[in-house]
């Protein structure tokens, strides 16, 4: 696997958090990237270690990633899915736009995907003035998402799972 850093940024392009992963595909698809127990998480105002095993999947062209969240021996946790600027290939450094609109389904509870963080989506749409196109994009990425978690089968092979969210986002947009 090849060490990245991981950029999430603003609509302003300011920087929202910054993370180390590793790559473990990059394709022309998109790639996927691992991030570890001990990983060092930092924001504008705080700085945290992670606990968490995460394997991020990235579509480029896409208005979504896909996290898939695992306790620190494996078990699924959540989802988390971040509707974020239709990302491009990158060299270095892996960043893309979160537009503050996420989607999260817990696997043990057996609940249904919910969209969350609406309040912080409202605060941006009037904070970096996005036009109702976007505004329209945005909430229709989310429903999409939320399809896509419904259906998310946990411990695929990376370069399976990459495709089938790939298909996925194709089949619901």
């Given at each position: 696997?090849?060490?990245?850093?991981?950029?999430?940024?603003?609509?302003?392009?300011?920087?929202?958090?910054?993370?180390?992963?590793?790559?473990?595909?990059?394709?022309?698809?998109?790639?996927?990237?691992?991030?570890?127990?001990?990983?060092?998480?930092?924001?504008?105002t705080k700085l945290w270690v992670q606990d968490t095993l995460v394997r991020a999947f990235f579509?480029?062209?896409?208005?979504?990633?896909?996290?898939?969240?695992?306790?620190?021996?494996?078990?699924?946790?959540e989802i988390y899915m971040d509707v974020i600027a239709p990302m491009a290939p990158f060299d270095?450094?892996?960043?893309?736009?979160?537009?503050?609109?996420?989607?999260?389904?817990i696997h043990a509870d057996g609940s249904g995907a919910f969209i969350v963080d609406e309040d912080?989506?409202?605060?941006?749409?009037?904070?970096?003035?996005?036009?109702?196109?976007?505004?329209?994009?945005?909430?229709?990425?989310?429903?999409?998402?939320?399809?896509?978690?419904?259906?998310?089968?946990?411990?695929?092979?990376?370069?399976?799972?990459?495709?089938?969210?790939?298909?996925?986002?194709?089949?619901?947009?």
């Amino acid at each position: 696997m090849t060490p990245i850093e991981i950029t999430s940024l603003k609509s302003d392009h300011s920087e929202h958090r910054f993370g180390r992963g590793n790559i473990e595909i990059e394709n022309d698809t998109g790639c996927v990237v691992w991030t570890y127990p001990g990983n060092q998480i930092r924001t504008r105002t705080k700085l945290w270690v992670q606990d968490t095993l995460v394997r991020a999947f990235f579509v480029f062209g896409a208005r979504l990633n896909l996290l898939e969240i695992h306790e620190s021996d494996a078990t699924p946790r959540e989802i988390y899915m971040d509707v974020i600027a239709p990302m491009a290939p990158f060299d270095s450094t892996l960043q893309y736009i979160d537009h503050e609109l996420d989607v999260r389904k817990i696997h043990a509870d057996g609940s249904g995907a919910f969209i969350v963080d609406e309040d912080e989506f409202e605060e941006a749409t009037h904070i970096y003035q996005y036009d109702s196109v976007k505004i329209e994009e945005c909430r229709k990425a989310a429903r999409v998402g939320i399809a896509i978690a419904e259906n998310w089968e946990f411990g695929l092979e990376s370069e399976l799972a990459l495709q089938r969210f790939s298909d996925a986002l194709n089949r619901y947009a």
